[in-house]
């Protein structure tokens, strides 16, 4: 055995999670708006059945701890996905070049999660300072989309000329793993809560960051129509940046940021249909 599972189990977890990262290139360069969410779906029924592998050879209680923390891991990502569409669009990225700055973002999250999970919950709460930070840079960044006209002017105009102008991803990959990076540090601690099982929570971490960039261009092509977007995304910001900065007083359930964003985006998909025209995507 090593790490709660043997080479075997460990190999091919692997070994799927490289086909499913080929797959999920292939599929969502491809896919159209209609289909965008067929992959996230399929991921889904992957981590069922995955499951169902573990129960039958570890028994139920290991697969319950999997379900568990691949639900944590989804619902505690949905922040994530709202920031990398605020980082894009001050990118001025178009889709093409999201794909590939997602693929590598993906691929790089998967190796920082196994060191995160090695390391432990310990070496995390030493620098949980930093999500202070992180926290307050994006209380500055819904700050900026309030008081601008899009999405886009969420980014400080110093971070865009990172972008070099020969057009190196190298700045935006940096950006996306620095943000997962800074997320990880609540999500992984909230999975060690319900499983010590290194095997588990690595797979249920990985499972759920897969879907991740497929489900990232479903919900941005249904909010680049929203002409009001910005004004949802800076609340969406702010809230995501004040529960960061408090987390070490209090915690605010999964449940309930998930339903306060919803509750965001569906008042900015009803103004945005009463109040104005459909924008078009930046």
Not at 185 to 206: E, G, H, K, M, Q
Request: one cysteine or more; proline letters at 3%.
């Amino acid at each position: 055995m090593i790490a709660g599972a043997t080479l075997t189990w460990w190999a091919g977890f692997h070994a799927v999670v490289l086909l499913l990262l080929a797959a999920d290139g292939f599929f969502v360069a491809r896919a159209g708006k209609r289909s965008l969410w067929l992959f996230p779906a399929l991921m889904l029924l992957c981590a069922a059945a995955f499951a169902g592998w573990v129960a039958l050879d570890q028994g139920a209680r290991p697969a319950m701890e999997f379900a568990a923390g691949y639900t944590i891991e989804v619902s505690l990502s949905i922040d994530n996905l709202f920031v990398f569409l605020v980082l894009f669009q001050g990118f001025h990225l178009g889709p093409e070049r999201q794909h590939k700055a997602l693929l590598w973002g993906v691929a790089g999250a998967v190796i920082m999660r196994a060191l995160f999970i090695a390391a432990g919950i310990g070496l995390i709460q030493r620098f949980h300072w930093i999500t202070w930070l992180f926290g307050a840079f994006l209380l500055y960044g819904a700050f900026r989309l309030a008081r601008g006209r899009s999405a886009g002017e969420a980014v400080p105009g110093w971070i865009r000329n990172l972008h070099s102008t020969r057009g190196s991803l190298l700045p935006i990959i940096l950006a996306v793993e620095l943000t997962d990076l800074l997320f990880a540090t609540d999500s992984i601690p909230a999975v060690l809560a319900v499983t010590r099982n290194p095997f588990i929570a690595y797979t249920s971490n990985i499972a759920a960051i897969l879907g991740l960039r497929s489900l990232y261009f479903a919900l941005a092509d249904m909010l680049n129509r929203f002409r009001y977007l910005h004004y949802g995304l800076s609340a969406i910001l702010a809230f995501v940046g004040l529960k960061m900065i408090a987390a070490q007083w209090f915690e605010i359930p999964i449940t309930l940021s998930l339903g306060l964003i919803g509750a965001i985006l569906g008042v900015t998909a009803w103004a945005s249909a009463a109040f104005g025209r459909t924008a078009k995507p930046e």
